[in-house]
């Protein structure tokens, strides 16, 4: 269950062990999606056994992380936000994205996925796949917990599309007043949005 | 003043003219961005006089629309929702754009445009001049005149983001109960959102 991912040894040949099974994974996300593609076959492309694999990174979802330098570990994040209950999740969650992509500036990794997926379908269904698995289902899962909301996963969607859409037209397209608007002021408008996705009526 | 894209006489030759038109309008947008790039230079650009350029397509606005196949004409789709006023804009605004979007299905041009914005920082520039003059000014021009909300613009952004991320989260991810929803429901859901970005309170 080792989720550090540097090597603990310090044995030769370590850092291009880890780094062979980043680039096979890499390869193998891209080419089979989050879902098909396996710690067994990523292993077997990097030339180790499937448990050294789970010793450097602990879960898929982390190898993931770490190969494609998502800027966050949803494992640790989603339980996180979620700590202090419901109310007020939509401002927490929009005010850490926004505390991640301005700390990230230009060298963003999450720009760099979201064109990856835009512009090719392969990488669409990869980021679709992890961000179901390791975001939105968890983020279902625990709202219907606290609040017995109807259709979670729906709701969760929609949040990715509001924040999708905020690293679109604010980063991306680099809308002016977007772009211009102060943290707080983002965090007043798209919380209340987020928390209603999460929280309120969607009934037509 | 004339709107109408098709050419009135039948010259021989005409067709080719318009394409010619056609053709030196995406160059110069794609190269220049959408304020830069004058109807003298396009209609230079294709042996033509500007006077005929303004004869085909009527403003600079409606030849992008018609160079880049933009699936809908700002200048008549924004005064159209806000004719009964801003009550329940919001709701009119999402029922029209998903209309638009799943009438034309796979072969919606705003993908494209999506898609090559994302990945291209001309491309971005171009969609941030176009959708800017040609739609959020005069959407925030309309609401700041219906309303007096403050910062009218930035208001025209924030539905932005959530516009382009629809767009990318339910057409080009294709997020699974995003996709399966009904119209009904994500009129529901995104309306109220579009109405508060327009028309509630941004305090912080």
Request: with cysteine.
């Amino acid at each position: 269950m080792a989720t550090d991912p540097t090597p603990r040894g310090r044995r030769p040949g370590d850092s291009g062990t880890r780094d062979a099974i980043l680039d096979a994974a890499r390869a193998r996300f891209a080419g089979e999606g989050f879902r098909a593609a396996t710690v067994r076959a990523i292993a077997g492309d990097a030339g180790v056994d499937p448990a050294l694999v789970m010793h450097y990174f602990g879960t898929k979802q982390a190898l993931f992380v770490a190969a494609m330098e998502f800027p966050l570990d949803p494992a640790q994040v989603v339980p996180r936000l979620l700590g202090p209950g419901v109310d007020g999740l939509g401002e927490r969650l929009v005010r850490f994205l926004l505390t991640v992509i301005d700390d990230l500036g230009d060298a963003n990794p999450m720009l760099g996925l979201v064109r990856s997926a835009v512009g090719h379908p392969d990488a669409a269904r990869m980021m679709r796949e992890f961000l179901g698995e390791a975001i939105l289902d968890r983020l279902a899962a625990a709202v219907s917990e606290h609040t017995g909301a109807d259709r979670p996963r729906l709701r969760a969607d929609l949040c990715a599309s509001q924040v999708v859409g905020v690293l679109v037209a604010r980063q991306i397209l680099a809308l002016p007043e977007l772009a211009a608007a102060d943290r707080e002021t983002l965090v007043a408008a798209y919380g209340p949005t987020i928390q209603r996705y999460l929280t309120g009526s969607l009934a037509p």
